[in-house]
Structure formats: structure tokens, C-alpha cells
RNA sequence: GUGGCUGUAGCUCAGCUGGCAGAGUACAUGAUUGUGGCUCAUGUUGUCGCGGGUUCAAGUCCCGUCAGCCACCCCA
């Protein structure tokens, strides 16, 4: 078929037979989040680019090729959003949150742009839900993030999602890590693919997720991210999973898990699904202690997830749980000619001041179509209105699950639906 | 950004070595003069993604392009 305004490439209208399970999700975040004390902040859709250049990282690819810069009227340099958690901690720094004193807990949904080349799961608006905790670096607010995340996932019903977590450590000993990697490494620069060759200048870490098979040997004999932590970071990590335990939370360590971000330190999980494909990420986070101050607010600890809608609703549908349906109507109402329409459109009216939920379309004109219809859109019943009704005040009110129908008088139907 | 597969009715898809564009479903009408779901009958729906080329003739072959999917990459 030929259109002649196509949808920009990546991106996808939310229609209305999706658009409800898009607001029972947002529903059930919201929910568990301001159950854990969370409040919504909404930050703008742009900023200033060197935001994210400065804070996520100008190594990694969401800087280097993903990013859509633009500069507006006056030549200023913008971005619209790659991730959500350097917005939020401008808006902290630039509100001074933290004269509030204490821990700021704080949660967003909405969506962000990546130009990447689009797969299933994988677009370039893309939606998503997250929390940030900001000023505390107490190993429970780690196990309460990671809770929350938790807790969403399993009040949505989805089964099939296991939770990694890792410690990258502090600065000084990701850096001695990184060296580490680098020495061993060394001695295999003929061996390992190209990919691998820049990932050991970019990012060596992810060396030791390469799938080719000459570097997956070696990544198997290659130094261990835990093996690099000092005490304090080993004792950080341990305590947190002391309270993830207590809190009932099924985790697995994964010492192999890199976050896309460079802000990250101590601890970081991932939630995979690993029945959708290569975009198996349902969600992830971790803890960012450097964060605040690199964006110009006094050192202040951080940790927050995010995760996308898009995956989400795959999981869902992977499982087969579709929520229901949207509910129909309460009523659909049958109405039978123009002048019957009159009267029907006084009492719909009635009945909406009730609140009762009533539908009625002009397209459909005979009572079989109407009747069809009524059944298609699932109402609970439907609403006979014809001039025979009205000339005796004696409306059929019909319960379509039952089969059963009974004639009322208008006052008897809305006090039938005075409830 | 790299490689591969796919694009035909609202939806799911068939269409062979070029020869009248199809099925199921959905939708509409009727069987049932004002009572839905089940059944049966009848009917409507197409720039065959887009542009170009080869040919008497292209949904089919060739080139380009756009889009989706899969893998890499990256990550949510």
C-alpha cells in the first residue's frame, strides 16, 4: 500500500487496541513506586548536549553515533534524550535537592532517542521506566532499587525474567581492572577478532562478552572484575545482597556484566529475558557515586534503573499474559430511527451522569447490526430504544451474558444504574 | 554502521519455468418484517512497498530505493 506520509523509521504509533496495556503498565509502575516512597519527576524531552557528553560518556556509542544533536534558532547545541538518569540529576543539582537533606527517591517514565538501526525490541524512540535514589551510598538502598524493579516485574505476572547482578567497584579499581585486562590481553592481539581489538582500547570489558569462538576462550581464562575490588567495594556488594536475600529477591552474580553508560560504579544488575532474542534486556541499572558532582552538584551518591516498555510488553506477550482486554461498555445502546435517537440521546446523557460507560453508533441502522455490534464490543448489556419503547415508557434493557431481558420504565433503568 | 531474509485485500498468507490477482479471516447484506454469539448463502475490499529497466506481456526476471524482521554491533 501506498502512503504518502510514512512514521520516521524506528518508531511506532501506540494504537488504541495497545494503548490500554501501555496505561496498565504505567499504572502498575507508578503503583509500586510510590509504594516504596517514590515521587514522578518529568523532565524535558531535549538538553543541552554536552549533558549526556560529559556525563554518560563521549566513548561509548550512544554519544559517539546515537545521539540526535540539533542546534535550535540561536546555534545552541541540544539533544533529545538518550537516557533518563542525566536529566534527573541536572534537575537535582539545578533545584538543590539536596538542601532537602536525606535521600531524594525519585521516578520517571517516558521516552528517549537513539538513532540505531531498529530490530524487534530495539527502536529509536523508545519508552521508558526508571527510578534514581540519590544521596545515599547505604548498600539498602542498592537492594531497595534493584526491590522495586523487582516487584514490578513480578506484579505484572512475568515469569521468565532472571535478575544478574555485578560489583564494577570504585574508580581506582575499575581502572586497575581495566589495566589488568589490558596486560592480559596483550599477548593475544593476533588472536582475537576485530571487534575485540577495538573494545580493548573503547571498552575492555566487554571483551569478555565477544561471541566469536577463538576470543570466548580466552575471555574464559581472563581476570575476574571481583577479584579487583578492595575491601570497602567487596563489603558494599556483600551487604547488598544481604538485604536483596532478606527482601526475597532471586538474584544470580554475573561478574561478567558491563553497563553501556560510564558513570557507573559498585553495583550493577541486569534483568534478561532470554527468550527475546539479542535484545534481551528487560531492564538494568546500577550505582552512579560520581555522578552528581561530575554534573556540577557536591558529591552526592546515586543508584537507579531503567527499563524499557517496548520488551516489556514482548515478555508480556511471550508469556501470554495479555491483562484482559479492555473492558466494554456497560451499556450498548440500540436505537432504532432518528426520532427514537432524540430521546436516546437524552437518556444516554442521563445515564453518563450516572456513570455508566454507553456507546452508540449511527453507522450501524438495523437492530440485527446493532445487536452484533453490542456483542462484538463486549458490553454488559443493551439498551432497546424505539418508538414503541418510548411511546410506552417501557425501554428493553437485555443482559447480553445471560440471555435475559426485562422492561423498564425510565425512572426503574436509572435507578437501576444509581448504584 | 556490516551481512542476510521478507514486502500481494483491514489482518494472516498462497500465487510454479513471466500469460485474466487468489484463499482464510474481517466487514456488509440476507436466511430471521424490531433481538447478538453458532450455521449457511451472497457480496465489497488491491497503485502486488516505491522508482526505473528487460519483454508482445512483469506480482513473478534485473537494478535502485524505502520499510520490517534476523544476526553482528549496541542496549532498553
Not at 538518569?85 to 537513539?114: D, H, I, K
Not at 599477548?187 to 573494545?199: L, T, V
Request: proline share 4%; with cysteine; charged share 25%.
Amino acid at each position: 500500500m501506498a502512503v504518502k506520509y510514512t512514521i520516521p523509521r524506528g518508531t511506532f504509533d501506540i494504537l488504541p487496541e495497545k494503548s490500554y496495556i501501555w496505561n496498565y503498565i504505567k499504572h502498575v509502575f507508578a503503583k509500586t513506586a510510590m509504594e516504596f516512597g517514590y515521587k514522578e519527576i518529568v523532565t524535558p524531552i531535549f538538553e543541552k548536549a554536552d549533558l549526556f557528553e560529559r556525563s554518560v560518556g563521549d566513548t561509548s556509542d550512544i554519544i559517539q553515533k546515537e545521539m540526535y544533536k540539533f542546534k535550535d534558532n540561536k546555534q545552541r547545541t541540544f539533544a533529545l534524550r538518550p537516557e533518563g538518569t542525566a536529566p534527573v540529576v541536572r534537575s537535582y543539582v539545578e533545584n538543590n535537592m539536596q538542601a532537602n537533606g536525606g535521600l531524594q527517591r525519585l521516578y520517571y517514565m517516558g521516552p528517549m532517542f537513539r538513532y540505531d538501526r531498529p530490530q524487534k525490541g530495539r527502536y529509536r524512540q523508545f519508552y521508558q521506566y526508571g527510578v534514581e535514589a540519590i544521596g545515599s551510598n547505604h548498600p539498602y538502598v542498592d537492594a531497595e532499587v534493584i526491590a522495586l524493579q523487582y516487584a514490578f516485574l513480578k506484579r505484572l505476572g512475568l515469569k521468565g525474567i532472571v535478575l544478574e547482578i555485578n560489583s564494577l567497584g570504585n574508580k581506582a579499581s575499575t581502572e586497575g581492572y581495566n589495566k589488568a585486562l589490558r596486560d592480559f590481553y596483550e599477548p593475544h592481539k593476533e588472536e582475537i577478532c576485530g571487534d575485540c581489538i577495538a573494545r580493548l582500547e573503547k571498552n575492555p570489558r566487554r571483551l569478555l562478552d565477544c561471541k566469536v569462538p577463538t576470543c570466548k576462550e580466552i575471555a574464559a581464562v581472563a581476570p575476574v572484575m571481583i577479584d579487583y575490588l578492595d575491601d570497602e567495594c567487596k563489603e558494599h556488594f556483600e551487604a547488598v545482597q544481604i538485604y536483596l536475600k532478606a527482601m526475597d529477591v532471586e538474584f544470580k552474580i554475573n561478574p561478567r556484566i558491563v553497563r553501556g553508560l560510564d558513570y557507573y560504579t559498585h553495583t550493577a544488575f541486569e534483568f534478561l529475558n532470554n527468550k527475546l532474542g539479542a535484545q534481551n534486556a528487560v531492564g538494568g541499572g546500577g550505582r552512579y557515586n560520581g555522578l552528581v558532582q561530575q554534573i556540577g552538584g557536591k558529591e552526592s551518591p546515586g543508584i537507579g534503573f531503567a527499563g524499557g516498555f517496548e520488551r516489556l510488553i514482548l515478555s508480556l506477550e511471550q508469556e501470554e499474559l495479555f491483562m484482559g482486554n479492555e473492558p466494554g461498555p456497560d451499556v450498548y445502546a440500540v436505537i432504532l430511527g432518528d426520532k427514537a435517537l432524540v430521546k436516546g440521546s437524552e437518556l444516554m446523557q442521563k445515564l453518563r451522569a450516572l456513570d455508566v460507560k454507553i456507546e452508540y453508533d449511527p453507522i450501524k441502522v438495523s437492530m440485527k447490526a446493532q445487536m452484533k455490534t453490542a456483542n462484538k464490543v463486549n458490553a454488559k448489556y443493551a439498551l432497546i430504544i424505539g418508538e414503541n419503547e418510548i411511546d410506552n415508557n417501557a425501554y428493553v434493557l437485555k443482559n447480553l451474558d445471560e440471555s435475559t431481558q426485562d422492561s423498564l420504565t425510565e425512572s426503574e433503568l436509572l435507578e437501576h444504574f444509581n448504584k
